[in-house]
């Protein structure tokens, strides 16, 4: 008992930084070997097998920024695009279904026009948009919130988590999630991602690829599925179903993870696993932001302040434990995301994220062996002095 209370103060850091993650950014058979990015001389985009599909765009080294639904589809687009153009940059990360289940541009799945998922069209022609962002040499990555969807939830309450009640379960916020462990809101999340694939999308991402992490989790039925297996095995089956069918449509799949899904060895209570999700999919992008790192970690009082090293230490010790993973089929790439954001709220403390600290994470990045990033801005305000001119 002294021990448990011992523990209480890291336990408490440890949830109010899982709530963190999760308040900004804002399963068996045998298993399908997926294709991997492979580094290649020359032009960014290069073509992959197999031929009879469509031509995978892979680019050497991924240097991208995230576009909502809304700045891809107004002017802004465009002045993002002459960034691109003048910079380092080579890709974007666009919305395709956000963070409240809406779908940004019009899609003729049935289940999304149910459930009201098209009712704002914030990227009117979105073929437009990706046919200037090809022109322009820039990967396109789809963002896909998968299993947080308050539309989805709301409107369909047999593919959304359930309280012991039977009514639909919500987080803090109220929103409500589908239920991983159910093979239909796979399908439908698949349906959404293979639909934007078509589209001319080089690679999807998966966000929110996880179980909640805050409200009353104590009262969740998630039914007999979740007796049978793990919740890693439930998000790593959807990841590798996913892959698999997306693969074959030529394009490749990231998941975005926790930052600390890095170092932790246990799934955190979420279903992320470093090593179980690492042959699962193609590319992992860990939200490797300081600022959502509790006081203490890694012997830093204050992550925040120190974006170099939790961004090394964090992607270091996961290159590391991928290197060492005894797997026979490909392994997943790291891509992480970074922090070009100033996170005012922290009550212990912060500073402005300028060109000084981004640039520091970019340099963490290569220094723990990896050559691709991705930066996170809510607003998609990047900061141009942390970025080499093209």
Request: hydrophobic residues 40%; contains cysteine.
């Amino acid at each position: 008992m002294d021990s448990v209370r011992r523990n209480i103060p890291a336990l408490v850091f440890f949830a109010a930084a899982i709530a963190a993650f999760a308040f900004i950014h804002d399963n068996v058979g045998q298993q399908a070997v997926s294709p991997r990015p492979q580094p290649h001389v020359g032009d960014i985009h290069i073509n992959q097998p197999p031929a009879d599909l469509k031509s995978m765009r892979v680019p050497e080294m991924v240097k991208g920024i995230y576009l909502t639904g809304y700045t891809a589809g107004g002017q802004r687009f465009y002045q993002l695009l002459d960034l691109i153009n003048r910079t380092e940059l080579n890709a974007v990360v666009i919305d395709t279904k956000n963070d409240s289940g809406i779908i940004t541009y019009e899609s003729k799945n049935e289940t999304a026009r149910f459930v009201g998922a098209n009712r704002i069209i914030q990227i009117k022609d979105m073929e437009k948009r990706l046919a200037e962002l090809k022109e322009n040499n820039v990967y396109a990555i789809a963002r896909i919130v998968a299993f947080k969807d308050t539309l989805a939830g709301s409107m369909r309450p047999d593919l959304a988590v359930k309280t012991t009640s039977g009514t639909i379960w919500r987080d803090n916020a109220g929103n409500a999630w589908l239920n991983p462990y159910n093979r239909e809101s796979w399908e439908y999340i698949l349906e959404i991602a293979q639909e934007t694939a078509a589209l001319g999308f080089d690679e999807i991402q998966f966000d929110y690829v996880r179980f909640p992490t805050d409200g009353n989790r104590k009262i969740i039925d998630y039914g007999e599925a979740g007796d049978k297996e793990t919740m890693s095995q439930a998000i790593c089956g959807f990841l590798e179903y996913a892959t698999e069918k997306l693969n074959n449509m030529g394009v490749y799949v990231s998941a975005d993870i926790f930052g600390q899904v890095t170092t932790n060895t246990d799934d955190m209570g979420l279903g992320q696993q470093l090593e179980d999700l690492t042959v699962s999919t193609n590319i992992l992008s860990p939200m490797v932001y300081p600022s959502h790192y509790y006081p203490g970690v890694y012997g830093v009082s204050y992550p925040d302040f120190e974006p170099y090293k939790i961004v090394l230490t964090s992607i270091s010790r996961a290159q590391k434990r991928i290197e060492e993973l005894n797997h026979s089929g490909d392994k997943a790439v790291l891509r992480p995301w970074l922090q070009d954001f100033t996170a005012s709220y922290l009550k212990q403390g912060y500073q402005i994220y300028g060109p000084k600290q981004v640039r520091e994470q970019i340099q963490a990045v290569y220094d723990s062996g990896v050559g691709q990033w991705l930066l996170w801005n809510a607003g998609n305000y990047y900061t141009e002095g942390a970025l080499l001119k093209e």
